[in-house]
């Protein structure tokens, strides 16, 4: 069981690859750029995920594919132009199909009827176009068929008759790798049965004397003879699984026809102009289903050849990389002792260490280049989405992409969708007008969003821009306002009324509408974004538009911190949250309360916070005059003032784990490893002023008094 | 031959804390390394030394000495960190140096006498006699604190 299991998470993990060449194949298409090749390659897809649904016994998934996959296969054929109505319609057959697939994973429900309505559709259009072409192919070619043999009578009924046609002949024969991944020619066979009477012969000549045996070696071949009346696809969909590990070779007995079809096209097509037209093609050359075979295989191999790649699992590379963190850590331990011990730079041993440290650092390179992975899988997913909330708003949007093939950390790829999903629905949904509106306005009717990526100062990028009508300020203004965010006669500038959307409990939409206002703001945006290190900003011109910013670290792995002392410990706090350190005067600090005071900076209070006192390591407060103070902004917006000794310097670490061989830690958002080989703790400086909070309850004072 | 080794006797790995024997099945050991300054935890339990880097890994130290409730060891050049596997998780036990590594008959391991304390039922698995000494075998499923004490401490 677990075995299949492993097979079918395998399967949709090829699955999403073949969706996502499918959409982008359609897009292809749909912008004028796809050829045959391309429509080849949507074919492919689709016909691959069939392939697997079937051996899973995905009914519903089967059942759909096999109708875009006929629709798809009259347009690889020419008889159904790509015309842009029809590509349209593709990609939300595609929607549907990967809706179908998450079903079948177990995530997300069907829509059913939209499923069928769909499927009916697809129908439509290969019944519409047989029926168009059946009496033009009467009427004019059916003559010249006659001149190569044909009878057109014969191809033109539905279901070619068993008896009229040659029975299968298919030579198999499984290699030892096939045996060695667990293949069983007898399930095949039995497989096989299953389509019709069939009947066997096992070749034994290669089978060498005992002795001679080699027992993992695979000496059998079978030649099967299947029923002529069973479909092609039907019999190559049981060795589809095998692949090349077990070759099989399909013909047509000789004598029933004297030219067999190719062999890669289903039999049973009512298409005869087509056909024809083949037949016409194949004359000179012989029919050799074989041949055609053959040069299809390497087609695609020839294809996969071009970019090879290798699926490894995340916790070996991850591995790697720790293993790389500590080399890089031992080569600057080992630098720092041969220093020490005194030998002159030009020593052989120093140069050979220079040359190690270079060495170290292009393979931390390399590593990291590992995970990185172009942000297009995420971008791919958008069209879509545009796609539908274009449709259940009404406006028409063009999405325009750029900088797919920006490469981050695979860890903030996965994180980024949900951000970059909630913006370009605010876009959409808020951004762009109604096409009357844009009209009224001298714009064209179709609104442009656009995605982009790129690479800046050692983060990544993402912008998402619109051509609408930009944030109406005197309103976002009012709304704060009304809901007590500030104080009515409060003074902001353009660019702090743009940035109060990203307050919580903001929302500028009048009604809910079910795109943007599910009860989650541009807040929950910001919060999630500042959760991975980042940070957002927005800038808008009215009538013109609005541009997204959204800026966050190339991985998860590594940190930007600035690196502090409290007592003799050394910390590391994250440098998104600090807004300013400084070094306050005696007279700035004021007690509030018991135990606590507050910070008077710039004319405002903020709560002061001892961070050795706070983890526990000391019992008195430190003065703050002595040491230094880091402003911070809380995830909520509040602001508290972090006392520490003193600040050792700015440094990127590596994020390490607590969880992993002890537990979470209060007020410590991780660890990370030091250039000396010591651990420091990463604050998690939110948790730390909450715990103070949190503290001032189950005081002394109260103790006592209860 | 191998198997014949593995389903009669047990390796244990020995060692003293003051005048008391321990010892701990030498499967769940992964190395022996020299006590290095670990860096401490906030609001941890008192046995829980503080972390250290083994080889990119952070590995919490516990001082076993003060979990089995026999006092604060005092790390010095001599101590060692024995590290082990805890179901997932590796932890490094501080002790004061092992002793040696001794076979036993699994079928001769004493049950725990009840002594009436909870340290002894929660953390020893049972008796070792041999040559006249006695050695307790330490059970390593309870040594991390359990989640809550951290915050409660």
Not at chain 1, 688 to 702: A, C, I, K, W
């Amino acid at each position: 069981m677990d075995a299949m299991d492993a097979i079918k998470v395998t399967y949709f993990q090829e699955c999403d690859e073949l969706l996502q060449e499918l959409e982008q194949g359609l897009l292809a298409l749909e912008a004028g750029e796809g050829d045959g090749e391309t429509i080849n390659a949507v074919f492919r897809a689709v016909h691959s995920v069939k392939g697997g649904a079937g051996a899973f016994g995905f009914d519903a998934l089967v059942a759909f594919a096999h109708v875009f996959e006929t629709v798809l296969d009259e347009m690889r054929s020419g008889r159904l132009d790509a015309d842009l109505d029809i590509v349209k319609l593709m990609l939300r057959a595609s929607d549907v199909l990967t809706d179908l697939l998450q079903a079948a994973k177990g995530e997300g429900s069907v829509d059913q009827a939209r499923a069928d309505a769909m499927a009916a559709e697809l129908e439509a259009l290969t019944k519409e176009d047989a029926a168009a072409e059946a009496p033009a192919v009467a009427a004019g070619e059916a003559p010249a068929a006659d001149e190569w043999g044909f009878t057109p009578l014969r191809m033109q009924i539905d279901e070619p008759s068993a008896a009229q046609q040659g029975d299968w002949r298919l030579a198999l024969k499984p290699t030892t790798a096939a045996y060695a991944k667990g293949h069983d020619a007898a399930v095949l066979l039995r497989e096989l049965a299953r389509l019709g009477q069939i009947e066997s012969r096992c070749d034994f000549s290669a089978l060498p004397d005992f002795g001679a045996l080699a027992p993992e070696q695979a000496y059998l071949s079978w030649d099967v003879r299947v029923p002529g009346g069973v479909d092609e696809t039907a019999i190559r969909e049981i060795f589809d699984f095998v692949g090349d590990d077990c070759p099989i070779e399909l013909a047509r007995e000789e004598w029933a026809i004297e030219a067999p079809p190719p062999a890669i096209d289903p039999p049973g097509e009512t298409d005869i102009s087509a056909l024809i037209a083949r037949v016409q093609d194949s004359q000179p050359r012989e029919a050799s289903p074989a041949a055609d075979d053959a040069g299809a295989a390497k087609g695609q191999r020839a294809e996969g050849a071009a970019s090879p790649t290798i699926r490894v699992g995340l916790d070996r590379v991850d591995r790697l990389i720790n293993l790389v963190g500590e080399l890089v850590i031992n080569q600057a331990m080992l630098t720092q002792r041969v220093a020490e011990s005194g030998l002159a730079r030009s020593s052989t041993v120093a140069i050979g260490l220079d040359e190690l440290e270079q060495l170290t650092r292009e393979i931390q390179d390399s590593v990291m280049a590992i995970r990185a992975q172009p942000v297009k899988s995420v971008f791919q997913r958008m069209p879509r989405l545009v796609r539908e909330i274009a449709g259940s708003t009404g406006k028409q949007v063009r999405l325009v992409t750029e900088g797919e093939n920006t490469e981050v950390d695979k860890t903030v790829v996965e994180r980024l969708s949900d951000p970059i999903t909630h913006m370009l629905r605010n876009a959409i949904d808020h951004g762009l007008e109604s096409p009357e509106e844009r009209v009224a306005a001298g714009k064209g009717p179709e609104g442009t969003v656009r995605l982009a990526a790129l690479h800046r100062s050692g983060r990544i990028v993402i912008e998402v821009s619109d051509d609408g009508k930009g944030i109406n300020r005197p309103r976002v203004r009012e709304i704060a306002v009304n809901k007590g965010l500030i104080s009515p006669d409060a003074q902001l500038s353009d660019d702090e009324i743009d940035n109060l959307i990203f307050l919580p409990g903001f929302s500028t939409a009048s009604s809910i509408s079910n795109i943007s206002g599910r009860g989650v703001g541009m807040d929950v945006v910001k919060r999630s974004i500042q959760g991975l290190g980042g940070r957002i900003s927005i800038s808008s011109a009215p009538g013109r538009g609005s541009t997204f910013t959204l800026s966050l670290p190339l991985t998860l792995a590594v940190l930007d911190g600035m690196v502090v002392s409290a007592g003799e410990h050394t910390l590391v706090a994250p440098l998104t949250a600090i807004v300013e350190t400084l070094q306050p005067k005696p007279g700035d600090v004021r007690a509030l309360g018991p135990r606590s005071s507050v910070l008077t900076v710039r004319g405002g209070h903020v709560p002061l916070i001892d961070v050795g006192m706070a983890l526990g390591w000391r019992d008195h407060p430190i003065d703050p005059s002595e040491g230094v103070v880091l402003l911070i902004e809380s995830e909520g917006g509040g602001r508290a003032a972090i006392v520490v000794d003193a600040i050792q310097g700015q440094r990127q670490v590596v994020i390490k784990s607590l969880e992993e061989n002890y537990q979470r830690v209060d007020a410590v958002a991780a660890a990370t490893i030091l250039g000396d080989g010591r651990v420091a703790l990463i604050l998690d400086l939110d948790a730390l002023v909450n715990s103070q909070r949190t503290e001032r309850f189950d005081s002394p004072l109260l103790a006592e008094a209860s | 031959m191998d198997a014949d080794h593995h389903t009669e006797t047990v390796e244990l790995i020995s060692f003293r804390i003051d005048s008391q024997e321990f010892c701990l099945d030498i499967m769940a050991v992964r190395e022996i390394r020299g006590w290095t300054a670990a860096t401490p935890l906030p609001h941890s339990p008192p046995f829980v030394r503080g972390v250290i880097n083994l080889r990119g890994a952070v590995l919490p130290i516990l001082d076993l000495k003060a979990r089995l409730g026999l006092g604060d060891a005092e790390p010095s050049a001599r101590s060692v960190i024995i590290v082990v596997q805890v179901g997932k998780r590796l932890v490094g036990l501080l002790v004061d140096g092992v002793s040696e590594i001794l076979a036993a008959d699994p079928n001769t391991v004493q049950a725990t006498p009840n002594v009436g304390c909870d340290v002894v039922t929660r953390f020893v698995r049972g008796i070792i006699t041999l040559e006249g000494r006695m050695i307790s075998w330490i059970a390593l499923d309870d040594i991390l604190p359990p989640e809550e004490t951290a915050e409660a401490a």
